[in-house]
């Protein structure tokens, strides 16, 4: 055995070692997320259980072929991955949340990435050159973030589809009850007690003006105008009191996709917006909704 010969074993087991770690963090954190989130927890089940069977392949017969499709594998996690972190995840309303053992399955991801990387380099360069191994490896790397992308978008598209994956909220009551189960958005919604506009207006400071479905309904646009600065200024920067809005037909609450409304200067007499993502496609020109502020909720508005 030469010495090139022995670097690329070595790169083959960084490879299938590094990508087998990830795969039993997935395995490992998967449980968690069964109660709040069970498609999650049967995507990185599926997830860790294709990166262990892949390992295993590889370790056994360590070809360019099974190099390249755990090189796409990886990009296509790692892209997924990406997209959810600045995106709202599939099946939720904010992107997912980055976390130790996330960040660990990912470094692990990287580290197989790379290792398979330069194996791949390396066979083309002495067959075709390194302008043909670098174009090689930028077509898998393409290929890989196309996948990648396809499958978010898959994945958002599909929630309307498949309702039953996501875990249903604990009713109000029992939410109240459990102090180690916070109370949900949908549960504070349930609970809040059907109130008058011109309560609503007293109480929170806004008057409601609009509610439109926007950019081909992936949005709605909520606008109020400001009777009371001090306190729509209490509403907007507490997270309990933020304006969430239900489609009276599903009962999906939708809540704010915005991260800067805080730096809102908000002026007595003026109108303002803000966007919601519409998660599922809950509400349509003609849907009946209610807007919930804090324990309060403003019933039978319709939707444009």
């Given at each position: 055995?030469?010495?090139?010969?022995?670097?690329?074993?070595?790169?083959?087991?960084?490879?299938?070692?590094?990508?087998?770690?990830?795969?039993?963090?997935?395995?490992?954190?998967?449980?968690g997320y069964w109660?709040?989130?069970?498609?999650?927890?049967?995507?990185?089940?599926?997830?860790?259980?294709?990166?262990?069977?892949?390992?295993?392949?590889?370790?056994?017969?360590?070809?360019?072929?099974?190099?390249v499709a755990g090189?796409?594998?990886?990009?296509?996690?790692?892209?997924?991955?990406?997209?959810?972190?600045?995106?709202?995840?599939?099946?939720?309303?904010?992107?997912?949340?980055?976390?130790?053992?996330?960040?660990?399955?990912?470094?692990?991801?990287?580290v197989g990435l790379?290792?398979?990387?330069?194996?791949?380099?390396?066979?083309?360069?002495?067959?075709?050159?390194?302008?043909?191994?670098?174009?090689?490896?930028?077509?898998?790397?393409?290929?890989?973030?196309?996948?990648?992308?396809?499958?978010?978008?898959?994945?958002?598209?599909?929630?309307?589809?498949?309702?039953?994956?996501?875990?249903?909220?604990?009713?109000?009551?029992?939410?109240?009850?459990?102090?180690?189960?916070?109370?949900?958005?949908?549960?504070?919604?349930?609970?809040?007690?059907?109130?008058?506009?011109?309560?609503?207006?007293?109480?929170?400071?806004?008057?409601?003006?609009?509610?439109?479905?926007?950019?081909?309904?992936?949005?709605?646009?909520?606008?109020?105008?400001?009777?009371?600065?001090?306190?729509?200024?209490?509403?907007?920067?507490?997270?309990?009191?933020?304006?969430?809005?239900?489609?009276?037909?599903?009962?999906?609450?939708?809540?704010?996709?915005?991260?800067?409304?805080?730096?809102?200067?908000?002026?007595?007499?003026?109108?303002?917006?803000?966007?919601?993502?519409?998660?599922?496609?809950?509400?349509?020109?003609?849907?009946?909704?209610?807007?919930?502020?804090?324990?309060?909720?403003?019933?039978?508005?319709?939707?444009?």
């Open positions: 055995m030469n010495l090139t010969q022995s670097r690329e074993i070595r790169w083959q087991q960084i490879g299938a070692v590094a990508i087998a770690v990830a795969g039993m963090i997935y395995l490992i954190i998967a449980p109660l709040t989130a069970p498609i999650y927890c049967l995507f990185i089940v599926l997830a860790g259980l294709a990166e262990l069977t892949w390992a295993a392949i590889y370790a056994r017969r360590p070809s360019l072929n099974v190099g090189l796409l594998l990886t990009i296509w996690l790692l892209v997924l991955w990406g997209i959810s972190r600045v995106l709202p995840a599939p099946f939720s309303i904010e992107p997912g949340s980055i976390d130790a053992a996330g960040l660990a399955a990912k470094l692990a991801e990287v790379l290792a398979l990387a330069v194996i791949m380099f390396q066979y083309y360069a002495v067959g075709s050159g390194r302008p043909a191994a670098w174009r090689a490896l930028a077509g898998v790397a393409v290929i890989g973030i196309v996948l990648g992308a396809l499958g978010y978008g898959a994945a958002r598209a599909s929630e309307p589809y498949f309702p039953a994956l996501v875990a249903a909220p604990p009713s109000p009551e029992v939410a109240l009850a459990q102090d180690d189960w916070p109370l949900t958005d949908e549960a504070a919604a349930a609970a809040a007690k059907p109130v008058s506009a011109s309560m609503l207006e007293e109480n929170s400071g806004m008057q409601v003006k609009l509610i439109a479905v926007t950019m081909l309904g992936g949005m709605i646009d909520f606008r109020f105008k400001v009777l009371d600065e001090a306190k729509v200024d209490e509403v907007i920067h507490n997270r309990d009191r933020q304006p969430k809005l239900v489609a009276e037909d599903s009962g999906t609450v939708l809540t704010l996709t915005q991260e800067h409304y805080h730096k809102y200067e908000m002026k007595e007499g003026n109108t303002y917006f803000l966007f919601y993502t519409n998660r599922q496609n809950a509400i349509r020109p003609g849907t009946p909704v209610s807007v919930v502020i804090g324990d309060m909720r403003l019933e039978h508005l319709t939707a444009q």
